[in-house]
């Protein structure tokens, strides 16, 4: 809708945000030239409606509660080009924070309920060009800022090993539509683990690629320097044929170098992994929230590895342990600064927008901001004080030492061609009660993310395989690699999958709330 010009007492309440000292015969003067920068506001609206998109019609219904068990589809849908590819006959859920046009997509908010996207995002289009049926989109954490399964709205998504534990999150719906084989694949999305930690929880595959590899266009941000899209699958396999789909420039996203070399990465499976070097991250162990029979999981997974003809042996990165103290700020104040304040898109980009989506959000979050989970309205209070005490500078100081961390990471990796370490240090939590504490309701949403966000930050390729259970739930090897080489970091999950002869598959629904391996 046109800018209409701004009366008296709003220019007052602009000249005092910018504290310009403006007299009321000043703000006067300045009144009639305001007015005309308006005109190319205007217009633009103009221009852009010519080619603005309009959405498909796409059909989409909401599942009933016999078809939703697990409350993991927000709606379903078969949406399918009839495009022969490497797909063909394959279904994909589309995490809720992606774009699928012509189909409503909440990103597990009501402060987005009710928008309907125009364009596809482009992991969408490639998928769809390869031949898949896009089958729905998963339900994920509200603005996917939870590494639990149960503040997402409509409500919590259930862990198929046991109804009473939560899923992991953000990409909750995502890795239990796999997990259950309800999907044969599945999209994610990760600022913090949040491909990585769902499948630590429910025991499926999840590669976050390298900061770049896969463009994120057409999907919610949260903070641009941590954005990542990446695939949820059963198998190695899957999540390499997925990446081979999704990877490369589209030309629209800034996080993207411009030039990416095209690799098959499920042909670069069948690469023997024997021989490769593997560092064990000692500080990945032993945390203050680790449970013992987690990391024994995983140095046997190690073990596992060994006997597959890989070498092995502990590697200490201090920085490692500081890692989340970067990670906290960038996610804080960067979140609040993009993804609240900046209407989810932010300023000074030159990637491609979502104006109507901006548009709709930002009116929507200052109607319903008391609606937002508790995590996001943490990071709202906490990141804009930041902000406005510090002007962005404890964000720039942030970044900036993730150069240092990103060189303690990459001097391991100049040693060693993958490291590992638990993905996450516990199994699956029981999800807390609508009026659980504040402290319980926080520790259940984030406690979890000591070893998965800080790759976030560094950029670095990362994959969660399934462990052996423990005490009948999955637990997850992490495999970190060198930047742009995801294909070692598969290879060696591949390895590591084939020796196991395969992961361990989740208890049909049934009325019990213990999961055991199928």
Known sequence: MPLTPPDPDRLARLDEHFHLGLSPERRSAFAPFVEGALGAFNAVEELYSRSAPTAPEREWSTPSEADNP???????????????????????????????????MMNGSRTVEGFVPTRDATVVTRLLDAGATIAGKAVCEDLCFSGGSFTSKPGPVLNPWDTTRNAGGSSSGSAVLV??????????GDQGGSVRMPSSFCGTVGHKPTHGLVPYTGAFPIEQTLDHIGPITRTVADSALMLSI???????????????ARIDYLAALSDPA???RVGVVTEGFGTPVSDPAVDAAVRDAVDVLRSAGLTAEEVSIPWHTD??????????????????????????????????????????????????????KLVALAGRYAFEEGHGSYYGMARNLVFELRKAYDAALSAYDVLVMPTLPFTAQEIPPPDAPLDVYLATALSMIGNTAPFDASGHPACSVPTALVDGLPAGLMIIGKHFDDETVLRVAHTYEQALGGFPAPPALTTSTTGSSA
Request: proline share 5%.
């Open 323 to 376: 890692a989340m103290h970067l990670w906290n700020v960038i996610a804080t104040e960067g979140a609040a600064y993009q993804m609240v304040d900046g209407n989810a898109f932010g300023l000074n980009s030159q990637g491609l927008y979502d104006p109507e989506l901006m548009a709709f959000y930002g009116r929507q979050w200052r109607e319903r901001g008391a609606e937002f989970s508790e995590t996001v």
């Open 179 to 188: 997990a259950t084989g309800a999907v044969d694949l599945a999209t994610g």
């Open 246 to 260: 999704m990877a490369g420039p589209d030309g629209l996203d800034p996080r993207q170098p411009t030039s990416i």
């Open 70 to 104: 697990y409350h993991a589809w927000y709606v379903t849908t078969s949406v399918n080009t009839g495009a022969a590819g490497p797909l063909s006959g394959r279904t994909v859920a589309v995490k809720d924070n992606t774009a699928v046009a012509g189909v409503p």
């Open 274 to 276: 024997s021989g490769l």
